[in-house]
Nanobody
Framework: EVQLVESGGGLVQAGGSLRLSCAASGLTFDDYAINWFRQAPGKEREGVSCISASDLSTYYADSVKGRFTISSDNAKNTVYLQMNSLKPEDTGVYYC??????????????WGQGTQVTVSS
């Protein structure tokens, strides 16, 4: 059974930092690219960042470039999203999901349950 488990969310003041983790099991990690999405209340889900586990190529949405860093520990089947200089508009539920091999915006095969990030002003 494939499982993606997010952790690390919480409440932080604007300008602060959080590190999210996505631990994957039940799949061949190197065969996937791992995405972070977020969804704020009343808004559409937004792709935030992606990393390919095979070649560690990355993608960032313009809204988070220079503030967020995605990384992968393939030995632990875990992807991290370091979020710095957080803004209130970063508030939302953050989900990790996996698509086949590369960050191409393909349909994601599996999703985690999400972790709440709240940034206060």
């Amino acid at each position: 059974e494939v499982q993606l488990v997010e952790s690390g969310g919480g409440l932080v003041q604007a300008g602060g930092s959080l590190r999210l983790s996505c631990a994957a099991s039940g799949l061949t990690f190197d065969d996937y690219a791992i995405n972070w999405f977020r969804q704020a209340p009343g808004k559409e889900r937004e792709g935030v960042s992606c990393i390919s586990a095979s070649d560690l190529s990355t993608y960032y949405a313009d809204s988070v470039k220079g503030r967020f860093t995605i990384s992968s520990d393939n030995a632990k089947n875990t992807v991290y999203l370091q979020m710095n200089s957080l803004k209130p508009e970063d508030t939302g539920v953050y989900y990790c999901a996996v698509e086949p091999r590369w960050c191409r915006g393909a349909e994601n095969d599996y999703w985690g349950q999400g972790t709440q990030v709240t940034v206060s002003s």
